[in-house]
């Protein structure tokens, strides 16, 4: 890996942070605020949050099993992926690279920030070979994104060919485990301190049922994190947020389950699908979704709406012709999406 001095944008490296109020006095037990403007009624909301979030990562570091200083907290992993655009690459200078399909944010961030987005396509197992990812880096290539499992194509990535990436790349590699939760592969945080150059991204949306709590998780080197810490909102989780989110981390036998229930009625729902008609080809999954290719995605998609039932169109999608993603409901759910394919001509 290069300096991380060198990765970074030179304005990042040098900028000197908001300093929030909650930030400038530390080691004393304090019991008067007459510092930040707030109204001193309708406690507990009146007050700004901990910009640190340090109860929170206090609690999520054990269940995680890094450091607290490994970890940063955003509004959503989106906060995460946008930061990193922000803090490494010069706009209409540096370039990203990313498999091809993937989750959109990836490009979306890159166009906002103006920086050249280098698409690799997957094979038609869905996967990638690292030599064909790093053929297309040059000396501006600041990040490579991998998605695994990946969104939309629910799969693993194999391990050997992330290795490779992580191994070979000389700048800094995002691994997005939005759905590892569901899968059996083993998360890669274990190997944060094998490899410095490593971001892997996790989030409170998907197996943790909270995505309208907007929290998103980062991992790495404490180096990065504090680059990622020093350029965001000060105050860029809320209380109410962080209030929940530790209430859910003491509940995570419950994720526990739902992980298990949502497996099995994954299973459930694929071998429906076999059975139907309209369906011709259902890609294994390791997520709480999967892609099946149909006769026509439209034509179904548009039938399906009308019945109330929303799933993702993905036809449009490199690689995904006549697609559709279909998330993992709730047996009700689920039969409901069943009956209706099955009573389609
Ligand atoms: C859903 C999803 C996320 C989660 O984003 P949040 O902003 O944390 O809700 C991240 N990455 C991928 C690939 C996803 O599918």
Redesign the pocket.
């Known amino acids: 890996m290069k300096a991380l001095k060198e990765l970074t944008r030179p304005n990042i490296w040098d900028l000197k942070p908001y300093s929030s109020v909650r930030d400038e006095y530390k080691g004393v037990e304090a019991s008067v605020f007459l510092d930040a403007n707030e109204n001193p009624y309708n406690g507990p909301h009146n007050r700004y949050p901990d910009p640190m979030q340090r109860d929170l990562k206090a609690a999520l570091a054990p269940i995680k099993k890094v450091a607290p200083e490994n970890i940063f907290l955003g509004n959503?992993?989106?906060?995460a992926i946008d930061l990193v655009f922000r803090a490494f690459c010069e706009p209409a200078e540096d370039n990203v690279v990313a498999i091809d399909p993937t989750?959109g944010?990836y490009q979306v961030c890159a166009d906002v920030n103006n920086v050249d987005y280098r698409k690799v396509l997957l094979n038609e197992d869905f996967q990638f070979s690292a030599d064909q990812l790093l053929a297309v880096t040059d000396e501006h290539t600041k990040l490579i994104f991998l998605?695994s499992p990946n969104?939309p194509t629910g799969n693993n990535f194999l391990r050997e060919e992330i290795e490779k990436v992580l191994n070979e790349f000389e700048g800094l590699v995002i691994l997005?485990e939005?759905?590892n939760d569901f899968s059996d592969e083993p998360s890669f945080l274990t190997k944060l301190d094998k490899y410095p150059n490593l971001i892997v991204?996790q989030?409170?949306?998907?197996a943790w049922g909270c995505?309208a709590i907007?929290?998103?998780m980062a991992f790495a080197s404490p180096e990065i994190i504090g680059l990622l810490s020093k350029i965001k909102y000060p105050y860029n989780v809320n209380q109410l947020t962080q209030k929940q989110a530790i209430e859910m981390l003491h509940r995570y036998y419950e994720v526990e389950r739902w992980v298990e229930t949502l497996i099995k009625e994954r299973a459930y729902l694929e071998e429906s699908f076999v059975a139907l008609s309209c369906v011709e080809k259902i890609y294994p999954s390791d997520a709480n979704f999967f892609l099946t290719k149909v006769s026509d995605a439209k034509a179904i998609y548009n039938y399906l709406v009308a019945k109330g039932i929303i799933v993702r169109n993905r036809n449009s999608i490199a690689l995904c012709k006549d697609c559709l993603r279909v998330t993992v409901g709730t047996r009700v759910e689920n039969d409901r999406l069943i009956e209706a394919l099955q009573q389609y001509k």
Request: hydrophobic share 30%.
């Open positions: 959503g992993s989106d906060e989750y944010m998605c969104n997005d939005a759905y991204l989030t409170f949306s998907k995505a907007r929290l998103g």
